[in-house]
């Protein structure tokens, strides 16, 4: 678990990101965790964007991701979410 002023530090580092997952309507497939668990080892922080068409919840999603890629939640705006997950071999960002 990360403390609030871990989180807040974290979407300073956010702010200007771009998101570069999107989940569309086939929802949470198989590929989209994999490109998700690839992207949270290379940059540690990453924002997703959940497309319209995607008849789902948005918070069940959030949820089930952060599950499966046992990820921390950092923010959620509108259709963008935030998750960071410290990388094995590629730490960037020091908490």
Do not use: W
């Amino acid at each position: 678990m990360i403390s609030g002023k871990q989180r807040s530090y974290l979407k300073s580092l956010a702010h200007d990101l771009k998101p570069i997952v999107n989940i569309g309507k086939n929802s949470l497939t198989d590929e989209v965790i994999t490109s998700i668990d690839e992207a949270l080892e290379k940059r540690e922080l990453i924002k997703i964007k959940i497309l319209n068409n995607n008849l789902d919840d948005n918070d069940e999603i959030v949820d089930e991701v952060i599950e499966k890629l046992n990820c921390e939640f950092v923010s959620h705006l509108g259709n963008i979410f935030t998750i960071y997950r410290e990388s094995k071999k590629n730490k960037k960002i020091d908490l």
